[in-house]
């Protein structure tokens, strides 16, 4: 049988008990057909990843029985994803590969030129956990609700860096800015942000060339899509600042014996 790998915001600890949720328990139940006692993989994003077993209590409920932890937390990189709002399957495609690709947070910006202006938290939080679930991550990036461009910028914390995706080619290639950082550069917090698909305005490219930490870089020639440029962008961060930089050995669980081995 293949182990169901569930996201639930309880601590976890040997001989606890994780509720789930109503949908959970109908995944598990009606949708993998899962007895109890079957087994689980559980992570909160704080306490590691745990073996647990599933347990109904009632027609729609259910807990995880906690077991033996099979992985420590581990630290991964903090780096935001900043993007105005596009259309529904894009922006849930946005969640959805940003989580695979490590961003710590999602941060939807309301620009000029954005055309969506309501944005589904919920729905996006919702895929970034599945994101999260099925790619082996021990957290779940942070889901923010949209902000204004120039809210964000006037509460911007000091020190983080901003790597601006600057379409009008006011700046230098993303890998040759990334790859010229010094220790500190490399060191430092970063986000990224990514303008609407009618571009920046004028204002905005200026409030944005007078925020300190602004980095503007280039994307290539070819026009991209927001969504492409976003993910572009954090692929290309990832592979020069990020945990894309060292080895990962694949990691393999004995789910018999809760041991561990790469």
């Not at 602004?214 to 290309?236: E, H, K, P, Q, S």
Request: overall charge negative.
């Amino acid at each position: 049988m293949s182990v169901s790998r569930l996201y639930v915001d309880a601590d976890l600890a040997t001989g606890g008990e994780a509720p789930l949720g109503e949908a959970q328990f109908h995944y598990l139940r009606h949708v993998m057909r899962r007895p109890d006692g079957a087994p689980l993989r559980l992570f909160n994003g704080r306490d590691g990843e745990w073996r647990g077993t599933f347990e109904a209590r009632g027609k729609k409920a259910a807990v995880a029985l906690v077991g033996e932890r099979l992985r420590e937390q581990q630290p991964e990189p903090d780096v935001w994803l900043c993007f105005a709002p596009v259309k529904r399957a894009r922006i849930d495609y946005i969640a959805e590969k940003a989580t695979e690709l490590g961003a710590a947070a999602l941060q939807p910006v309301l620009t000029r030129h954005t055309i969506v202006e309501r944005v589904n938290v919920e729905r996006l939080r919702d895929n970034a956990i599945e994101a999260a679930e099925q790619t082996e991550r021990l957290t779940v990036p942070e889901v923010r609700a949209p902000v204004e461009l120039a809210r964000l910028l006037a509460e911007w914390p000091a020190g983080r860096r901003l790597l601006m995706c600057d379409e009008t080619g006011g700046g230098p290639p993303i890998a040759e800015a990334l790859a010229g950082l010094d220790h500190e550069g490399r060191t430092a917090p970063w986000a990224i942000l990514v303008g609407p698909e009618g571009g920046f305005a004028e204002q905005e490219l200026a409030l944005l060339r007078r925020t300190p930490d602004v980095m503007a870089v280039g994307l290539g020639t070819r026009i991209l899509r927001a969504d492409t440029a976003a993910l572009a962008a954090l692929a290309c961060w990832q592979a020069l600042v990020g945990d894309w930089r060292h080895p990962t050995p694949r990691l393999e669980v004995d789910y018999r014996t809760a041991k561990t081995a790469v």
